[in-house]
């Protein structure tokens, strides 16, 4: 069964430092997303993609944060100068577009610590 | 914005007993209300969902119900067996605005063999 892909599946970095999460979404999906979850809280969507732009974004998605679709198949979020806040799980999602865009499928996300 | 609460928090079941998880929502213009599992070391994974103009749904031991006018909907699972032990959330969205699911706290359930 087709699923979306997260690297790494842990990432420790200093305060201050840029990160990048990586994403492989599923291959014939158009919608592509980012949720992240701080520990103890709720899961919290920052940001949908789609045709090489973002289409909505939370205000948690600030200028710190970017995302890109770099060759076809990868989908990453950068975060420029990390904050001891940043710290979380960060999940990606796609989507097929269509009569079933709603249905969203995850990876099994990423825990970044920040130091 | 749109606010999920979900309860309760935590559920310890017999196996063979049935689980119930509530949530309610906070904006009537929401229309699409999914329930996620999410296992140890896993993403959350799409079990059921239900559009606004349906009240109920069901797929072999799973159902939601969803009562618009309350503002509430849950997940009915009958006949539990340990591998639904899990974190099960809900969310609420409104259908082709971006696909922007506001998540409830989660349940951990938990099935006793």
């Known amino acids: 069964e087709p699923e979306v892909t997260q690297t790494p599946s842990h990432q420790v970095t200093q305060m201050g430092q840029e990160v990048i999460l990586r994403c492989v979404p599923i291959?014939?999906?158009?919608?592509f997303y980012w949720y992240r979850q701080i520990l103890g809280q709720k899961v919290e969507f920052l940001v949908s993609?789609?045709?090489?732009?973002?289409?909505?974004k939370s205000e948690i998605f600030d200028d710190q944060f970017s995302v890109e679709r770099p060759d076809g198949s990868n989908f990453t979020l950068k975060i420029r100068s990390t904050k001891l806040e940043d710290s979380a799980m960060y999940f990606c999602?796609?989507?097929?577009?269509?009569?079933?865009?709603?249905?969203?499928?995850f990876g099994s996300g990423t825990q970044l610590s920040v130091l | 914005g749109e606010n999920v609460e979900q309860h309760p928090s935590t559920l310890s079941v017999q196996e063979g007993d049935s689980a119930v998880i509530k949530c309610t929502y906070s904006?009537?213009?929401?229309?699409?209300f999914p329930w996620y599992k999410q296992e140890l070391g896993k993403g959350p994974q799409l079990i059921i969902d239900i559009r606004s103009n349906v009240g109920e749904k069901k797929d072999q031991r799973i159902a939601v119900t969803l009562n618009k006018t309350a503002k509430h909907f849950s997940l009915h699972i009958t006949e539990t067996q340990p591998e639904d032990s899990a974190v099960y959330f809900c969310a609420a969205s409104i259908h082709n605005a971006g696909n922007m699911l506001t998540f409830g706290g989660g349940t951990r359930l938990m099935v006793k063999p």
């Open positions: 291959s014939n999906h158009l919608y």
């Open positions: 999602a796609s989507s097929p577009g269509g009569a079933t865009n709603e249905k969203l499928f």
């Open positions: 993609f789609y045709n090489n732009e973002i289409s909505e």
């Open positions: 904006d009537s213009a929401s229309n699409y």
